[in-house]
C-alpha cells in the first residue's frame, strides 16, 4: 500500500469518527435540554373585590396551559 493511500483512509477514518461524535453531541444535547413551558397567566381585578355595590365578581383568574403538547389546562380562581 502506498502512503497517498494510508494517508486518504487515516483522513477519512478521522472524518467519519468526528462526524459520528458530533451527531451524538447533538442529538444528546437535544434529548437533555429543558422543555419549554409559558408560566400561568394570572389576571387580578385591579377595581378590587365587588368594587360595584352588591356585585359578586371573580378577584383573580389563572390559567396553566403546562408543558407543549398537553391535553388540558389548568384554571382556578377566587371570588369575591
Do not use: H
Not at 16 to 36: D, E, R, S, Y
Not at 55 to 79: C, E, H, M, R
Request: proline share 5%; no cysteine; charged share 20%.
Amino acid at each position: 500500500m502506498s502512503m497517498q493511500v494510508v494517508r486518504s483512509s487515516k483522513r477519512r477514518q478521522r472524518l467519519v469518527l468526528g462526524g459520528a461524535f458530533l451527531v451524538t453531541g447533538l442529538v444528546l444535547a437535544a434529548l437533555m435540554a429543558p422543555q419549554a413551558s409559558a408560566a400561568p397567566i394570572t389576571v387580578v381585578d385591579d377595581a378590587g373585590a365587588d368594587d360595584e355595590p352588591g356585585q359578586k365578581d371573580l378577584n383573580f383568574l389563572t390559567v396553566d396551559y403546562g408543558l407543549p403538547g398537553a391535553t388540558s389546562i389548568d384554571v382556578a380562581w377566587g371570588l369575591g
